[in-house]
């Protein structure tokens, strides 16, 4: 990933904040047909440190167990917000012109290598696991043990569990510190005027982001 410094983010909450914030992964592979992408949600725990260990679940009928069973390199993707950045924003194309649309956005890539797990309680404790974070946000949150016990075992015996320690995790948080202060001001007013969900989420970054680091 092109990465100039001043969109670089290292502190490794913030990614790890994304990471819960966006489970849904793509993760990129290479299989026995070249590369390959598949959209997997996980769950993130904090240990071992620095970065933490990516733990989710594919069908067992899914051909990337084969690519993975000896322990295979992988990247998992986390895609936070995003938005178009219009040049009207810039108070500056009134007195020079010289500016261009962009996009800005947050991701985190996550690399390190995947391993298959076939054991049951495993499967269970990262179902579970996986269901309370992301049921938190609901008024009667679903658990695994309101579905019936054999339909349960039943779906545990047609999944295999995924796991991948990260060792490297890289961020990029670009929203416009590469700007003068008044444009970055005008474009987050831009944003905010928008009816974009992800548009506020990325003028919220921009308020948090250190200013001008280019």
């Known amino acids: 990933m092109y990465?100039?410094?001043h969109f670089e983010e290292l502190n490794v909450a913030t990614m790890h904040e994304l990471i819960r914030a966006h489970p849904l992964a793509t993760l990129?592979?290479?299989?026995?047909?070249?590369?390959?992408?598949?959209?997997?949600?996980?769950?993130?725990?904090?240990?071992?440190?620095?970065?933490?260990?990516?733990?989710?679940?594919?069908?067992?009928?899914?051909?990337i167990l084969a690519d993975i069973a000896?322990?295979?390199p992988a990247l998992?993707?986390?895609?936070?917000?995003?938005?178009?950045?219009t040049p009207a924003w810039y108070p500056t194309k009134k007195e020079t012109g010289k500016v261009v649309p962009t996009w800005n956005y947050a991701v985190v890539h996550a690399h390190g290598f995947l391993k298959p797990v076939e054991d049951k309680d495993w499967l269970r404790t990262q179902l579970e696991?996986?269901?309370?974070?992301?049921?938190?946000?609901?008024?009667?949150?679903?658990?695994?043990?309101?579905?019936?016990?054999d339909?349960?075992?039943?779906?545990?015996?047609?999944?295999?569990?995924?796991?991948?320690v990260i060792t490297r995790l890289v961020g990029k948080w670009k929203v416009s510190q590469n700007q003068p202060p008044r444009n970055r001001a005008s474009?987050?007013?831009?944003?905010?005027?928008?009816?974009?969900?992800?548009?506020?989420?990325?003028?919220d970054l921009m308020d948090d982001a250190p200013q001008n680091r280019a």
Request: proline letters at 9%; a negative charge.
């Open 28 to 63: 990129v592979t290479t299989s026995s047909a070249g590369i390959d992408a598949n959209h997997i949600p996980f769950h993130l725990a904090e240990l071992p440190e620095p970065f933490g260990t990516l733990r989710g679940h594919v069908a067992r009928a899914n051909p």
């Open 129 to 149: 696991a996986l269901t309370t974070h992301n049921e938190a946000p609901f008024a009667e949150p679903w658990a695994v043990s309101d579905a019936p016990e």
């Open 151 to 164: 339909y349960v075992e039943k779906l545990l015996g047609a999944i295999v569990g995924i796991e991948m």
């Open 70 to 72: 000896t322990g295979a």
């Open 76 to 85: 998992a993707i986390f895609h936070g917000p995003d938005a178009y950045i």
């Open 187 to 203: 474009v987050a007013e831009g944003l905010r005027s928008t009816d974009s969900a992800g548009a506020q989420a990325i003028a």
């Open 3 to 5: 990465l100039p410094k």
